[in-house]
């Protein structure tokens, strides 16, 4: 079936530095691709999303852009702030769009000042 | 501004009650679902619904229920409480294929 594979973390990191957390997906078809951001006590947030090979999706700094050719989607961000320490996931939307997203496990992002 | 809510946010109840946790949104989305997260942060698709009268189970439902009369309001009821039901719900809607899920904030469950 299909599924999603995220680094694990936590991932540490000083303030201004670069970011990437590795997503890989397995599907069939043409999925679309997700990342959500959970900040300390809230629900999942929508950070960004890509619908088709070569997009890329873009929000607030971050960037993913949809790989087929690799199956991947990797979130980067070129200079975090102590703001973005959250927990990241990455998700996909099977093809048929009405089954439910399958979520990765996360990543949990610390930023230090 | 929150167009899906979860209510209670905080809720401590004792082992063996009945309890039913509230979602509803003002969306109009027809496709609504029960996550629960553990505290490694994993998310489990407990039950989803594609619209009014449709529920259907994932992959940790057998000890809740949910209902669909109203397009806006997906509740699930756990009918007896245990400590292992303690985690985070969250309920979440969607518009469709392309869209991803809007979140409500989620309700803290503790049973003692």
């Known amino acids: 079936g299909d599924s999603v594979t995220q680094m694990e973390g936590p991932v540490t990191l000083s303030e201004e530095a670069f970011l990437t957390i590795n997503c890989t997906y397995t599907?069939?078809?043409?999925?679309?691709l997700f990342w959500y951001v959970q900040y300390p006590g809230e629900g999942l947030q929508l950070l960004l999303k890509a619908t088709k090979a070569d997009d890329k999706g873009s929000n607030k700094g971050f960037e993913a852009t949809y790989r087929k050719e690799t199956t991947s989607f990797h979130l980067e961000k070129g200079s975090v702030q102590v703001s973005d320490s959250a927990v990241y996931f990455c998700?996909?939307?099977?093809?048929?769009?009405?089954?439910?997203?399958?979520f990765g496990k996360g990543t949990r992002l610390s930023v230090i000042a | 501004e929150a167009d899906i809510y979860q209510t209670p946010r905080y809720l401590v109840i004792g082992t063996g009650k009945k309890i039913t946790l509230e979602c509803s949104q003002t969306?109009?989305?027809?496709?609504m679902y029960w996550y629960q997260q553990d505290p490694g942060m994993e998310l489990h698709l407990i039950h989803y619904s594609y619209g009014v009268n449709s529920t259907e189970k994932g992959d940790l439902s057998s000890e809740s229920t949910v209902s669909r009369i109203r397009t806006e309001h997906f509740p699930l009821t756990l009918e007896s409480a245990r400590p292992s039901h303690t985690s985070q719900y969250l309920c979440?809607?969607?518009?469709?294929?392309?869209?991803?899920?809007?979140f409500g904030s989620g309700t803290r469950l503790t049973v003692v």
């Open positions: 599907a069939t078809g043409y999925p679309s």
């Open positions: 969306m109009g989305h027809d496709k």
């Open positions: 998700a996909l939307s099977p093809n048929s769009g009405n089954t439910p997203l399958v």
């Open positions: 979440a809607s969607r518009q469709g294929g392309d869209y991803g899920y809007t």
